[in-house]
């Protein structure tokens, strides 16, 4: 299981997971920079609250995308029984 050295707001953490070492600290960085935007957007905040807020709206995108996938699943299978009706 591959592991990496990330840091998240200037604080080092020993990350294992089932992706690429790469791919570990390109995540990392991601979330990094969100909590970072998070900072800006509210001077003052700790870090604790400033990790939280970035996950509540990191699911809550996420949220939404798995909506949106539910829907465009449903769209390609009415459109595919279209066609498969076309041709029978």
Not at 4 to 9: K, P
Not at 29 to 47: A, K, T, W
Not at 80 to 87: A, C, G, I, Q, V
Request: include cysteine.
């Amino acid at each position: 299981m591959p592991k990496a050295d990330v840091f998240i707001l200037g604080k080092k953490y020993t990350l294992k997971g089932e992706s690429t070492r790469e791919q570990i600290l390109q995540l990392a960085s991601y979330l990094d920079e969100r909590i970072r935007e998070v900072c800006s957007n509210y001077p003052g905040i700790s870090p604790d609250k400033a990790m939280l807020i970035t996950l509540f709206n990191m699911a809550e995108e996420l949220h939404h995308l798995k909506d949106e996938q539910e829907i465009l699943s449903r769209q390609i299978k009415e459109k595919t029984d279209l066609l498969t009706d076309m041709f029978d």
